[in-house]
């Protein structure tokens, strides 16, 4: 008989045994038993299967099988954040099946939820289940037919990402772009639109790579003026920095958890107006499997991609409940508390904590003698992007000692910024004082030991003062 290892369920991974052939399920089988028992746990006995054929560095034995027992760190970097203990809790709580009545109340009230969160009276405001550019993903494959033409202004990194999902999609895409570190103005975005008379225009709102923060509330009446739908990538954003869906005119929207709403990676809230779904209805095709009688597909070109067709998803969110995938109730139950912790608290003050706390930061940073990057009026709130002095030859050591010594995360950039700044967050549950002071401390002592003395104890002072001249 096997023995069972703690918190392993053996039994769990027949299929490992019936995907092969019988002398290699014997094989397997017979490694398997003897890697249970504690005298082969404490042999040499090597897994055919865990190592793989990669040439990668393989994990042991011993380590494959260790209990998960994560360091806590704090995630000051450009997202994923620390999770509300909340969310965590609420993860946890027990399963249902998809259409138990009680579920679809969890969905119906998570759509409301969402709904005061992106600040819209949008009746499709719902999740799709992955990363946050799932959410962009089924927004820009919903919304934009091969041979549309797209219009992306790139102001970093995610500018690019749009760029790249939007061609996956077939688009016709067109792009303006600007330096890392500005944002556009309306009226280079209007000279745009009207040269190129997009269906689409897709940007992000802010661009975690370049800490910057796109002005979007000319941009969807400048749209409605040349016939253009207006997506916004506001995963990065939202809930640390004004976001108004109906105000701004913005058709459709995506976001993450990870950011400021203090949640997991792993469900993309999305929302999107009339407009979109008049775009999408001629397109709806229900699969053959699920297909109530009476059902007649739209004569539009289909959506290329099955699961995140919008069209299919409103019957699946909506009253019909027709059946699509089967919900990541867990990280349904996340994204429902998220809202919850952020409407809880009140989108203002949420608003105002985040600016409180970054000037904060910003201050006792340039108080150590370091210089801020990018445009400063056009800053996100939620994280700061500091110039790397020449003095610090090795970047990525402070960022490891940050971690090794102090526990915490500090993020890099991408591309031309790569080695240039560090990314500093302060969001969601992040975002407190006793977290700017702690970086401020730490970094100070972890650039001392590579060669940039700052001011002794400059940077956590000016942070306290900032919050003494507001009351805070
Ligand atoms: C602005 C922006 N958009 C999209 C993404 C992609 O998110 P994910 O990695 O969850 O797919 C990120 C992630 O950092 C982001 O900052």
Wanted: with cysteine; aromatic share 8%.
């Amino acid at each position: 008989m096997p023995i069972r290892r703690k918190n392993f369920p053996i039994n769990r991974d027949e299929e490992l045994f019936t995907s092969c052939t019988p002398r290699v399920a014997a094989a397997k089988r017979l490694w398997y038993e003897r890697a249970f028992t504690p005298i082969a746990r404490n042999c040499s006995v090597s897994s055919p299967f865990f190592s793989g054929r990669s040439k990668m560095p393989q994990p042991s034995r011993d380590e494959i099988f260790e209990d998960l027992d994560p360091e806590p760190r704090l995630l000051m970097g450009p997202g994923p954040v620390n999770v509300y203990p909340r969310v965590l809790r609420a993860m946890s709580v027990p399963l249902q099946g998809q259409f138990d009545p009680q579920f679809t109340q969890h969905m119906a009230q998570t759509m409301a939820l969402w709904r005061g969160v992106f600040r819209t009276r949008n009746t499709w405001t719902m999740m799709i289940d992955g990363s946050a550019r799932a959410g962009i993903e089924a927004c820009l494959t919903s919304m934009v037919a091969p041979g549309d033409k797209v219009l992306v202004p790139i102001f970093g990194r995610f500018g690019h990402l749009l760029v790249e999902i939007a061609r996956r999609t077939r688009g016709d895409v067109v792009s303006i772009e600007t330096d890392w570190g500005a944002v556009f103005t309306p009226d280079a975005i209007e000279a745009a639109v009207k040269a190129h008379k997009p269906k689409v225009v897709a940007i992000c709102q802010g661009d975690t790579s370049t800490t910057m923060l796109q002005p979007l509330a000319e941009i969807g009446a400048i749209c409605r003026k040349y016939d253009a739908l207006l997506y916004v990538d506001c995963t990065a954003s939202l809930a640390g920095n004004a976001f108004e869906t109906d105000a701004w005119q913005i058709d459709a929207a995506s976001a993450g958890l990870q950011k400021c709403l203090s949640g997991p990676p792993g469900i993309a809230p999305v929302t999107f107006n009339e407009r979109v779904e008049e775009v999408l209805k001629p397109r709806k095709h229900v699969e053959q499997g699920i297909r109530p009688p009476g059902i007649v597909d739209g004569n539009g070109p289909i959506i290329q991609s099955n699961y995140f067709d919008l069209a299919m998803l409103m019957d699946y969110w909506g009253p019909k409940r027709l059946n699509h995938h089967t919900e990541a109730a867990s990280m349904l139950y996340a994204a429902r508390e998220c809202a919850r912790v952020v409407l809880g608290e009140g989108l203002e003050q949420g608003l105002e904590r985040h600016r409180l706390t970054s000037a904060a930061l910003r201050a006792g940073l340039e108080a150590m003698g370091l210089a801020l990057f990018g445009d400063a009026t056009h800053r996100m709130a939620n994280v700061t992007g500091v110039v790397i002095p020449g003095a610090i030859k090795e970047p990525d050591k402070v960022r490891s000692e940050m971690l090794e010594d102090f526990g915490i995360e500090i993020g890099t950039s991408f591309g031309p910024l790569h080695g240039k700044i560090w990314r500093i967050g302060t969001m969601g549950y992040v975002c407190k004082r006793q977290n700017v002071l702690r970086c401020l401390a730490s970094l100070e002592t972890v650039m001392r030991r590579n060669r940039f003395a700052a001011p002794a104890g400059a940077g956590v002072d000016a942070a306290v003062a900032v919050y003494g001249q507001e009351g805070a």
